[in-house]
């Protein structure tokens, strides 16, 4: 097939299922060179953020609390595992999970089902500590791929010994925050990951699971051979939409945006994370809900800190979201996170609290 076939190939893919070009108002034919047009206590069981930077408070900003109703849907509040990985390699899982009842938490997100110096559990009493303490266990990490290692843990090289582990937990996803580079950053090389995807996703489909990838800020890079071409709009249009969904870490892509809003040759490339939801809502069931202090001096532009601590509008951003799913609002499940927390267990429960606080309002009330 030729160059030209190829671009034209992936334009019509990407027109077909509406995924979202590099800036409002260009095709995805544009895209391709083609042709152009564009608590405290026991929480208990806004307006369009629009161009730039403006997802922050801002003046007359509270975060939404206040009167009114929850913002955050019941039963949906869930916590990556991964943040309180420290407690959980110390103290095992029992009494990180007696916390995260406490705090108001429903559902779990695992990063491995070890605990370290904490001794040995098998998935069976790992599902069952989880339902004795009221939390769902919801999905789970795995590595993508380890191409060096036959024996690795990952999709990849041992897809049927993770399935049957996500099985015996019960997990309604399963998935992956390794981004798709295993072939590299062209357009070619990400559509061999989508076929990777595709086929992970058609396994976990025959057990009653989704299978699910987690973005970080690179995914929203642009590809080396075809430097017009976002990469995750090469991800969405490769794979199919009934078999492959996305569990968008707000934070990273706000990330993304900062990072790679223009492209090498610096001309503008603007994009707005929550626009890519709310095309296709349903094909991202999991979020990530991560908190940053805007700092244009970091590779970033955010430095992360606890959820409620930083200037990411949460209550516009889960109210448009849960709005605009014709599900209902409970299809979407809201997983905190902090990749490198102060105090891992002072974190959840500031998370859970602020998000439990979170009331719909109209800015400037």
Known sequence: MSRFSKDAELARRLNRRNVLGVAAGVTAAGLLGASSAQATTHPGKGHDQGKGHDHGKGPGHDHGHGKGRAVLPPGRLGIQLYSLRDKISTLGFAPVFAELEKYG?????????????????????????????GLNPIGSHVNYYDDNNPGAYSFAQNLTKVLDDAEALGLKHIGTASGPFRYGSTVDGWKRAAGDFNRYGAAARKRGMKFYQHNHAEEFSFATDRPKVRLYDVLLAETDPNLVYLEMDIYWALAGRFRFGKRADGTPAP???????LKQPDRYPLFHVKDGTRNDAARDGYDMTDVGDGDIDYTTFLNRVTERTSRGRTYHHWQTEHDNPVDSLAFARKSSAHLHGLRQSRCGD
């Open 105 to 133: 938490y429903d559902e779990i997100e695992f990063a491995g089902y070890t605990q370290g110096s904490a001794g040995e559990i098998t998935l069976a009493q790992l599902k069952r500590l989880a339902r004795n303490h």
């Open 271 to 277: 994009f707005n994370p929550i626009d890519y939801v």
